[in-house]
């Protein structure tokens, strides 16, 4: 099993930033890749950022060049920087992390609200 916390979430007027940030525990020897969806009011949840153990990253065409995804191997801890926020961006973000054999682990979710 592995456990995932997030954090960083919160109210931001357009233009401003936030960093997330998602700590996972337990079997973390099995992921192989961690990252990030994000699920608006009325619409379908979607991959923001992912990010593979190598440290590949891919990102989502609306966020590239405005959101940042890192890892900290070491602390087993994935960050999520976004900058230019817009009210599009308003959603839960959901932390996920891929292990070989068990599949997809969800975070609870963190709420960013960005107002206009």
């Known amino acids: 099993q592995v456990q995932l916390v997030e954090s960083g979430g919160g109210l931001v007027h357009s233009g401003g930033s936030l960093r997330l940030s998602c700590a996972a525990s337990?079997?973390?020897?099995?992921?192989?890749?961690m990252g990030w969806y994000r699920q608006a009011p009325g619409k379908q949840r979607e991959l923001v950022a992912a990010i593979s153990n190598g440290g590949m990253p891919n990102y989502a065409d609306s966020v590239k060049g405005r959101f940042t995804i890192s890892r900290d191997n070491a602390n087993n801890t994935v960050y999520l920087q976004m900058n230019s926020l817009n009210t599009e961006d308003t959603a839960v973000y959901y932390c996920i992390a891929d292990a070989w054999r068990v599949g997809r682990y969800w975070g609870q979710g963190t709420q960013v609200t960005v107002s206009s």
């Open positions: 337990g079997s973390i020897l099995s992921i192989y890749a």
